[in-house]
DNA sequence: ACCTGAACACCGTTCAAGT
DNA sequence: ACCTGAACACCGTTCAAGT
């Protein structure tokens, strides 16, 4: 198992993430990669074992980029401002964003982010027991509302496409037909749904 | 655009399947299928446009494998009926569970499962107004818990790795080290987390 | 009506060689 | 120490042909 240069390796993901950022995840290619940053394929390959190293490595850098906990911010500011920052990193980078959910973070970046929401869940209150559970309830949500935001989860079932399915045999859409085709305030709906995860946390 | 067949799609979709189940979703190939159905890789073209419209049948496939309501059951038991089913495909098709997250689905299968959530919401007393924002909220909980659990996203951080990080400047961390390594009852978690979330929707 | 065969333009990755 | 060139074993998909 030889040792990797380390080098180069910020100039690849950056190439590898606009790759991704500007013809998609499938456009991802290492010999794409290796194009963009002027060199042939197998060069690469000093630097990250395999694709799949790769893609982790971008992972983190995408990890690396979520805020850091300001001093003096309350316990609810901090998780809100987890909460955006992780939301703008989706619109963002809404290519690589789900390779969140794909990959298990146990690296250092990951670990960090992990820690700031564990202090705030402390902070709040939450009884230490409780503490890793709602923490992956609440990253959980995020990650998969982001995640459905990048992959046009949500927004494809705006449109008219819901409404116009709300005929047939579907008697709840046909009863909510008056809110079902909204443009989806989507900012507004994430800001509510955080409230409401909020009160679960908040102590009685 | 030629008219697909529909005779041999169920079979197609059983062979792809059964390979993902088995081998993983990378070995998921056109060929393997044809294989599998003893057949040339181009006889599948004839059913499914492309590779990306077979996928969107596993996930119709999937999303059919949910249980239909049954009469009489209260809101919570049918919404409760609803989450367990769904993390327990995400237990029998690790492979394939995570499409559902990149695909938006708005085959009438998909419908049908949200006409269910709807009815629920609106028979919990939630506001016509706010069901489909508590669905989304539900459903990206839950397909996101599953999603995460289907790719080892939550037990990675068990077995040790996560508190062999605890030290260095990770002080939350440091503090829960009791709570970061049991072995994860993932049943219980996502009971508890339910509940939580059905405080939510229970009016007050 | 349904399927096959051969071919094309790609992949990730290996190995041995170059400077 | 770092990179290249050629090659291998795959992909999804096209087109024209077979029965």
Sequence with gaps: MRKLK??????ILDAALAIAD????????MRAVAERIGVTPMAIYGYFRNKNELLDGLVGRLLTS???????????????????ATRRLARDHPGVFPLLFARPSVT?????????????L????????DVPRI?????????????????????ASGDGIRSRRARGDFPAHQR?????????????????DLADL????RPV
């Design 6 to 11: 380390t080098e180069r390796q910020p100039e």
């Design 122 to 129: 402390i902070d709040a209150g939450v009884p230490d027991a």
């Design 66 to 84: 979520l805020p850091q906990a300001l001093p003096g911010e309350s316990w609810d500011q901090r998780l809100g401002a987890f909460a955006w």
């Design 108 to 120: 250092p970046d990951a670990v960090a982010v992990v820690d700031l929401i564990y202090q705030a």
């Design 176 to 192: 909510l037909l008056a809110h079902l085709d909204s443009p989806a305030d989507l900012d507004a709906e994430f800001a509510a």
């Design 135 to 155: 923490e992956r309830l609440i990253t959980t949500f995020v990650l998969g509302f982001a995640t459905s935001e990048a992959n046009g989860r949500f927004s």
């Design 198 to 201: 909020v009160r679960i946390i």
């Design 22 to 29: 500007e013809h998609g995840l499938d456009a991802l290619t």
